[in-house]
């Protein structure tokens, strides 16, 4: 080989290794080969709250990973009751947050009556204040409507906000004919629900609301029949539930919904201890791995590895 030919395929090698070097994946690409999609998801924020600088903590360190496509805020945005002081600190909090976001709504963002209206005690809205809380949620976050859907990765991802009057974990009649045409659409893409409850049974009863009504996602009747009739529905992402990675139904088998739906639980933002889960959207795979910010670290031993299914 001459010298200029030489020079001619190393330089050829050198435009190849270029090419094919791996991006960062925040700590590590999971699982190897091209660099997976990453959402984050962010747990029940319950804005201001008493520990409001680790919540400002956590956001400057999501908006430091440089791999982030999207985060989620799983409901429950407002500490309590949704008041307009609640609202505000939701704002700001968000507007200073870089990383590109979506928020879905949460029973304590538009169901119940204002704490100072209600001496302390949790009571229901009526329809027309829940109806005005709720468009406080849509204007805080400049949507156009409460539910959304976009594609990322290869996957469809489906974003649904509690509005049910009844059920404050519930998906209002309107929601409910949107998503079934939205799914009867999409029968060949494999799909990810993120909404604020879980789905019935996905989690030990750790605390003595588990598994109640208020407490899993509503109308339960209407859900089972969608994802029954949907099977390219194979995640659904919930907060509502406050599930630590300490419990251990956090990542178990029990997570599975009828035996094909895997429930991936977040916790809450309220403890001395903040966890945030990441998902990586890989084309035949997605990696679920949960970090705590509070130590900084990586918890390896609940990286969970979920296929989407064969569809037709």
Not at 143 to 167: A, C, E, I, M, P
Not at 190 to 211: E, M, N, S, W
Not at 222 to 243: C, D, E, K, R
Not at 287 to 309: C, G, K, M, S, Y
């Amino acid at each position: 080989m001459s010298r200029t030919s030489r020079r001619t395929f190393l330089r050829s090698l050198a435009v190849l290794a270029a090419a094919t070097t791996l991006p960062a994946c925040g700590v590590l690409c999971p699982g190897g080969g091209s660099a997976p999609r990453r959402i984050v998801v962010l747990g029940d924020p319950h804005l201001p709250g008493p520990n409001l600088a680790a919540k400002e903590q956590l956001r400057a360190q999501v908006d430091s990973w440089d791999d982030v496509d999207l985060l989620v805020a799983m409901g429950d945005v407002c500490e309590i009751d949704g008041n307009e002081d609640e609202y505000a600190a939701v704002r700001a909090y968000f507007a200073a947050m870089r990383t590109p976001h979506v928020a879905i709504s949460g029973n304590h963002d538009y169901y119940f009556r204002d704490m100072a209206d209600t001496e302390g005690h949790y009571r229901i809205s009526p329809p027309d204040e829940q109806a005005v809380k709720l468009e406080r949620f849509r204007r805080t976050f400049n949507l156009r409507r409460l539910y959304s859907s976009r594609r990322l990765g290869g996957y469809l991802l489906v974003f649904l906000s509690t509005d049910h009057q009844k059920f404050g974990t519930g998906i209002g009649p309107e929601q409910q004919v949107w998503l079934r045409r939205l799914l009867a659409r999409n029968r060949r893409t494999p799909t990810i629900v993120f909404f604020h409850a879980p789905l019935r049974g996905t989690q030990a009863k750790f605390r003595h609301y588990i598994d109640r009504p208020s407490a899993i996602a509503q109308p339960e009747g209407a859900v089972h029949g969608l994802l029954a009739a949907n099977p390219q529905v194979f995640l659904w992402v919930s907060g509502h539930t406050h599930t630590p990675p300490t419990e251990p139904s956090f990542a178990a088998p029990i997570n599975r919904y009828d035996g094909r739906v895997t429930n991936i639980h977040s916790t809450d933002l309220r403890g001395d201890t903040l966890w945030t889960n990441s998902l990586y959207l890989h084309p035949d795979r997605v990696e679920v791995r949960t970090f705590d910010h509070t130590a900084n670290q990586w918890l390896p031993h609940l990286d969970r590895t979920i296929t989407p299914p064969l569809l037709p």
